[in-house]
DNA sequence: AGCGTAGGCCAACACGTGTTGACAGTCCAG
DNA sequence: CTGGACTGTCAACACGTGTTGGCCTACGCT
């Protein structure tokens, strides 16, 4: 409950910036090893320990910066999905756009990995999974789904779909799955999201 | 590596049987605890301490009975999807039949809940997950499939549908997906199904 | 009845965890 | 130059974990 943020040292004359300090590259290399331990080992087994000798610091440097293991989780993941904004894209390609964009969001770091190994063992991030479902991929639904009332089974639906992908593929590591070019998944994917937000209910 | 199944007492005079041991209320105890914290805590945080008070015996019965953690949760989860034989099932309700089969499966214990937790989380349970998939899903998707060459990134799509909505039902308990019913289910992700399984290469 | 053996509990060990506080070096403002 | 803050290290604490061995009890066979 105590605030370790709390820095009220300007380095300049400009009053109103943070400024840079002079730990930010320690700062910056906690970080990073944290989303890679995060995301190899989940929650528990990613230790405080393990993740101070990757960046080569000593383990209370961490509480110092983050407080504590769950302030650094949460500093760690960012929790923004960058979904843009689909009522420009064509109607009948909203589930292709989809899939691209999450495949390449999960591609690009390892952040969504960690939450995902981190929801599925810990209740904070469970929770943290569905805070983002429903302000991100709700509203989302919710424009390309012609009953507003089914929106949320049917971003429900794509979900299901989507972080089943992201399971199989980055945390379970299947073969087959891993073997999958991002545009056979596209091309297989797509059509289902698709299917999910815009067909008639069966 | 010791052996904790170690028994020669035969109870009674038919030397086949390894006939009924006084202690088995005991074990049943001991693994339906066990399936229970594995399904709600993950490998991590189903400790041996909990899952014995919840016995209601001492933490050391655990111990003799399945050596160790790992034999434990060996020996509390099964391995087998029981998938029924779908070569007589009609050719276009494969997808349905496989649906409905899992959910079944799903619901009826929390055996598989327990394996995606700690699938997520653990080395040895995400390989073991990737047996299952290999022995028990894959031949069914070689039988179904036209393409027995294609057969291995068919079963991929299917298993990130099914372990996809079992992720977001069953651990991550998003509201949507849980307020499903099951018939709703099989009517979206059946033709989702049939169709990885079934249709052309898009 | 007597005895061996299995069932069960208790206390403890060794270890790894998150977390804390005291201490030394280092940079910059005054 | 000097003082104070920031950065970093070291050692330790309190706690929970898996795991072990010793002890007592009670059943079941002979």
Redesign the interface.
Known sequence: MNDSASNGTDSGTDGTSPGPRRSDATRAAILEAARERFAA??Y??ATIRAIAKDARIDPSMVMRYYGNKEGLFAAAVSYDLKLPDLTSAARDEVGRALVTHFLAMWEENEELTAM??V???NQGG?ER??EI?REQLLPVARQACPDPEQA??R???V???????A???Y???????V??ARE?IV???G??VQ??LTAP??
């Open positions: 080992d989940g528990e087994r995902l190994r929801g599925a063992t469970a999974m569905q479902f949320p089974a971003a429900g639906l979900a299901s779909q989507l972080l089943g992908l399971l199989t593929r945390v379970l590591r299947f073969p087959p799955t073997a999958l056979e091309a297989w994917l059509p289902t299917r999910y209910s069966p």
